[in-house]
């Protein structure tokens, strides 16, 4: 029996106005701390519980965590890092972050239509994002209607009978998107783009390309798969792992005690990041008697601090180091076997190298790394090939990201680095399906060999056109080109960016709809109509007929597993992803449809079938699937170091340029980042613990010259702005922190400052925000900003799209 709370809650009734799309612009009382020098430790474990306890849920929460990433329990609804192939701790296979996810799954506090009927759309939009996050679980299906301000109760066969109106009402089914978040099953994911097709668009906007679409973008075409080449035991035998634009002990804290063991093992790890995160420099393993009581382990042998895009400077100076290792020790720093037998383009790659801003002090003071620094990373990468390069968000959202990865490929192809025993690429994804969403075709772009497998199969001719990204879905609903949006999950405001041009194109759609299990400001900025769906969080216990079900996830390398609730849910008026893709797709199509939709719907292990029919790698997959640890995807760069098919199975060596990343005086280089209280938006608590931050959210970390320079002391409140476009953007209302950042560059954190980053900022091929390279300007904080970002917000900006 779950004891229920009921957030029956009312806040102060105002009249009907615009909902604000950002957080509430007030300072709360921030205090300072000491940064810390490393991550994990019983820190974390008494942070995990207190959220338990937090969320009225110590007994229930805990019964769920001790199943959480265990064979026969459910997979974590927050990171997607890999579980081990081996014994998993009895202790627990978790972290911090999958803790707190899971205590607000498993909340008993419920949002009824009770909540709704008691406060409007426009009070709720004056909450923070994290006092929205802690309302509780959603019970029922929410409508709002056309000039509304309530939400309010509706049946599901209501709900969906409004969703069939609108789309057979459109135009065009190209007039429809549908986004995806990553918590979404392979079996929900599957079901839900083949709805797509079957309406006839590609429209299918998801979080990749919010975070690893650059990760795609450079390595399809040049090792043959867009995914990692490494498995986690690679990690123990790994000689050397760099890590690079990644924050381990916030975004993937299960990853250090990978790192911890490499380093056991006698692996050298280098750190590359702006920032000096205490996830980079130690490690305190909550699972050992010395990762509680003792010193625990050191993780970075050296860290370099680049600047915010100074990356490929950094890589090219490498390279050009390596180079001159080789040509005084022939055969002991490059692999030439390799480089004959499995690569291309080898001769040009070289050959770039005789340019004249080539050279280490030209390279060095781009990178804002000093040449000494540089030059122990070269070492430690001369004579070792068992390398392991791993990367994050922090080269992703970067213009060139793309080039940033291929620089990456050309040294590890160097070196011989790529499907052997220990090295490879590792993209360290973020959310727990994302890679899962698109191996199950959740794909803007599909290929012509995937459709036809699914023509073959289903009988339908699937749309050829590719449909929008998120960035043109944006555009698209500003210009009302997509009139309708279905949102599978996630917060699709709050993690876009150019905040105030994204909510006002999601205020032109005809009808909004989302898939959630609680409460976001997603739900606040709607269309002309809105319903909200509630659903099962991945530790409920999700029954058909009957029976408990498992579903099924792929991690960041390339392991589909299975996953099956252990709790009972917090209302009986929920509905899965699966069926709710179902009951759509027979509310809106009926008899056109050839697709036997109420077969999907009763059983899940049919959906596998069909799974296997459609997509290679998949065989025996509800047998397979049921094996303890699940099973590994076929990876040709992997297990054959079979590469490009166009180019014969070869690998080619990629040229990119050198960016100048000019500055005027008075402009400053931002990166967007998240704190260690939040996993992308939702926010946990209001502390980022590792960084020294406590009861604040809007800060900017400034290095102290800079802060010096400009007049300014740490404290100081200021507004920050950005001119891309030749269009004023403003975030008002931060506080100076004085932080070890490289000079001319800033740390702000997301959503906050999402409203910086223009539609049109984006990384060259894969279409991503680039949130981690935002010109910006520092003004003293002035109060009659709020008259701008109030225009801006509530009549609508005219922006460029």
Known sequence: MVMEENNNQKLDQSVHKEPQAENPYKL??????????????????????????????????????????QVGGFDCPSCAWPDPDDERSP?????????????????????????????????????????????????????????????????????????????????????????????????ASFVYQLFAKELGTNNMPDCSNMCHETSGSALRPTIGIGKGTVKLDDFYESELIVIIGHNPGTNAPRMMSALEKAKKNGAKIIAINPLPEAGLMGFHNPQQVNGIIGKGVSLADLYLPVKINGDMALLKALELILLDLEAKNPGLVVHSDFINNKTTGYTDFLAQFSKSDYNLEHLSQLSGIAIPDIQKAAELLAYRNKIIFCWGMGLTQQPNGVDMIREILNILLMKGSIGIKGGGVCPVRGHSNVQGNRTMLI??????????RLQQYFGFDPPREHGYDVVRAIKAMHAEKIKFLFCMGGNFLSATPDTTFTANALRKLNLLVA???????????????????????????????????????????????????????????????????????????????????????????????????????FENYNVRVRQRDGFYLPNGARDAQSFSQELGGRAPFTLTDIPENHLDADEYMMATTRTHDQFNTTIYG????????????????????????????????????????????????????????????????????????????????????????VKIKIKRHDPEVYKKVDEMLYRGALQRP
């Open 686 to 773: 209001l502390d980022d613990r590792y960084r020294g931050i406590k009861n604040e959210r809007r800060v900017v970390f400034m290095n102290q010259k800079d802060i010096d320079k400009a007049g300014f002391k740490a404290g100081d409140k200021v507004d920050l702005y950005n001119y891309d476009d030749g269009i004023e953007r403003v975030a008002p209302l931060f506080l100076i922190v004085s932080y070890a950042i490289p000079e001319k560059n800033t740390v702000t954190y997301f959503p906050e400052t999402n409203v910086l980053v223009s539609v049109n900022n984006v990384v060259k091929e894969s279409n991503m925000p680039a949130s981690k390279y």
């Open 515 to 617: 898939v959630s299990t609680k409460l976001n400001r997603g739900h606040l900025i709607h269309g002309k109509e809105a319903l909200i769906l509630p659903t099962y969080g991945r530790s409920d216990k999700d029954i058909v007929n009957g029976e408990v079900q498992i579903v099924s996830t792929e991690n960041s390398m390339g392991v589909v597993q299975s996953s099956k609730g252990v709790l009972d849910a917090v209302s009986k008026n929920l509905v899965n992803e699966t069926q709710i893709v179902c009951r759509m797709a027979m509310a809106t199509l009926g008899d056109r449809s050839v697709v036997d939709w109420k077969r999907y719907h009763d059983s899940y292990d049919a959906v596998r079938d069909a799974i296997e029919q459609c997509i290679p790698g």
């Open 91 to 187: 202790v627990g296979e978790y972290c911090e972050n999958g803790a707190k996810a899971l205590a607000e799954e498993a909340t008993t506090k419920r949002v009824t239509p009770d909540f709704f009927k008691n406060n409007s759309v426009y009070d709720l939009s004056q909450l923070s994002d994290y006092e929205i996050g802690k309302m509780g679980r959603l019970t029922d299906p929410m409508y709002l209607r056309p000039g509304g301000t309530h939400y309010e109760p509706i049946s599901w066969e209501g709900a969906f009978q409004k969703i069939a109106e609108q789309l057979n009402a459109l135009e065009s089914p190209h007039q429809a998107a549908f986004y995806t978040s990553g918590r979404t099953s392979n079996e």
């Open 443 to 452: 794909d803007e772009k599909p290929t012509d060999e995937q459709l036809d």
């Open 28 to 69: 709360l009382n921030l205090k300072l701390t000491p940064v810390e020098k490393s991550a994990a430790g019983v820190p974390a474990v008494l942070a995990a519980f207190a959220d338990l306890i937090e969320e009225k849920t110590l007994i229930r929460g805990t019964k769920a965590l001790f199943k959480m990433n």
